[in-house]
């Protein structure tokens, strides 16, 4: 059975940095095509995608937030991260994060996602 | 960036009515291996986003065989076929082809009459 869950620091200040934890089970992150996303949800809006990180370590970010991504995995653990540096209140968002299983299998299961709210 | 246009932004549908969603992009999703990456996810109310549709028309793991996906290149249509009363919520396209970004439709909200 495939889980992920998602944690945060729930709120946190304008140009703090966040750093959001993905923790998973049912499913390795060393296993070829295996990896996470993290995509973001803004209240009443659409969803935007973050950041991939894939078994072989390969990352991919969206251009629009590059500079302010790390995403990064702890293996032996079972767990996905992600840093945002200097958020502001465009940042307030549910964070989600979801299994990639090959392109057959792109965010095929999520975490119930996690609120952060970011307010000074 | 792909921008994809999801129409109609709501839908209103009696249980058991036929429904099509449509998603279009503003350029080919066809990449040069001849694969297109068009997702469709289904968030229903107060809940995570769950993979309905893979490559186009692939049925997600356990999903109803009521929901069908088709189209090619810039077209691509979501179809209910005798909508029922738990498939209520947001429906998102995304496109992986032109990556990175991955990006999403704007959404289409069902709403059962």
């Known amino acids: 059975q495939v889980t992920l869950k998602e944690s945060g620091p729930g709120i946190l200040q304008p140009s703090q940095t966040l750093s959001l934890t993905c923790t998973f089970s049912?499913?390795?992150?060393?296993?070829?095509?295996?990896?996470v996303g993290w995509i973001r949800q803004p209240s009443g809006k659409g969803l935007e995608w973050l950041a991939n990180?894939?078994?072989?370590?390969?990352?991919y970010y969206n251009p629009s937030l590059k500079n302010r991504l790390t995403i990064s995995k702890d293996t032996s653990n079972n767990q996905a991260f992600l840093k945002i540096t200097n958020v502001d209140t465009a940042d307030t968002a549910t964070y989600y994060c979801?299994?990639?299983?090959?392109?057959?299998?792109?965010?095929?299961?999520w975490g119930q996602g996690t609120l952060v709210t970011v307010s000074s | 960036d792909v921008v994809l246009t999801q129409t109609p932004s709501t839908l209103s549908a009696t249980i058991g009515q036929s429904v099509s969603i449509s998603c279009r992009s503003s350029q080919s999703l066809l990449d040069s291996a001849g694969n297109t990456y068009l997702y469709w996810y289904l968030q229903r109310p107060g809940q995570s986003p769950q993979l309905l549709i893979y490559?186009?028309?692939n049925l997600g793991s356990g999903v109803p065989n009521r929901f069908s996906g088709s189209g090619s290149g810039t077209d691509f249509t979501l179809k209910i076929s005798g909508v029922e009363a738990e498939d209520l919520g947001v429906y998102y396209c995304?496109?992986?082809?032109?990556?990175?970004?991955?990006?999403f439709g704007s959404g289409t909200k069902l709403e059962i009459k």
């Open positions: 990180i894939w078994w072989d370590d390969d990352k």
């Open positions: 049912g499913f390795s992150l060393s296993t070829y095509g295996m990896g």
């Open positions: 490559l186009v028309s």
């Open positions: 979801a299994r990639i299983a090959g392109y057959g299998g792109l965010f095929a299961y």
């Open positions: 995304m496109q992986a082809t032109h990556a990175p970004p991955l990006t």
